[in-house]
């Protein structure tokens, strides 16, 4: 089992629709997590990091659910500029480094 | 004025040959990486290096041997290239704090293909 699993999609959404991504991670003991954004054929950048208490950045909104050990992104309002492969990051505690799952790709149709 | 950079930026081989990436940084950063991507997206970590000390080492075979001159850059050098080394390397650095994990700035990735 992957430490850090999402769903591959493709999530195929209109403009303007709000879509939701979920990722799930295997160790506990994990500390700090993030959503990557990775367009194609580009290296990831950091899209925002994830806090318990939920936080919000414009029209992305980050979740994070320690008891189910559950991240969420949701993007309101897709534009096609969102298109890209969002990936969720674990920061692996005791290990220092990052886990990433494999991506969840969203393409926005106009 | 490029944060991270990689050179080059494609690589083609015949599988055998011997072949080095390099990577460095300008943003004053303490630890940098190497990760490999492959066919699937898996974008997984190799190594690791703060101030110039090796910190991470993650099962990848003795062929792939990370050198870092300074802490603002880290080269990887790759020997006896095989097919299933084909994939995009990344370089990334980040500023450690004492504790938890800091963002990471990537590099714009090596595309190596072995033939």
């Known amino acids: 089992r992957k430490e850090v699993e999402q769903d591959p999609g493709p999530f195929n959404v209109p403009e303007g629709a709000t879509v939701a991504f979920n990722c799930t991670y295997s160790?506990?003991?994990?500390?700090?997590f993030f959503w990557y954004r990775q367009d194609c054929r580009k290296e990831p950048k950091l899209l925002m990091s994830?806090?318990?208490s939920g936080n919000e950045d414009g029209r992305f909104t980050a979740q994070l659910n320690r008891a189910s050990q559950y991240i969420s992104l949701l993007i309101r309002d897709s534009k096609l500029s969102d298109s890209a492969t969002y990936l969720c990051v674990a920061y692996g505690g005791a290990t220092n480094k990052l886990i990433f799952g494999t991506g969840t790709l969203l393409a926005v149709q106009p | 004025d490029t944060a991270v950079s990689q050179t080059p930026k494609y690589l083609v081989t015949q599988m055998g040959n011997d072949k080095s990436i390099k990577c460095e940084q300008n943003l004053g950063h303490d630890t940098m990486y190497w990760y490999k991507q492959d066919s699937k997206k898996f974008l997984k970590i190799m190594f690791s290096?703060?101030?110039?000390?090796?910190?991470i080492n993650e099962t990848v075979p003795n062929r792939f041997s990370p050198k870092s001159p300074d802490k603002a850059h880290l080269n990887l050098h790759i020997n006896s290239l095989e097919l299933g080394d084909s994939a995009v390397y990344f370089c990334?650095?980040?500023?450690?704090?004492?504790?938890?994990?800091?963002?990471?700035?990537f590099g714009p990735g090596t595309r190596l293909t072995v033939l």
């Open positions: 290096y703060n101030n110039k000390e090796l910190i």
């Open positions: 994830v806090y318990s």
């Open positions: 160790n506990s003991a994990s500390q700090s």
């Open positions: 990334a650095s980040s500023q450690r704090p004492r504790g938890g994990s800091d963002t990471q700035y």
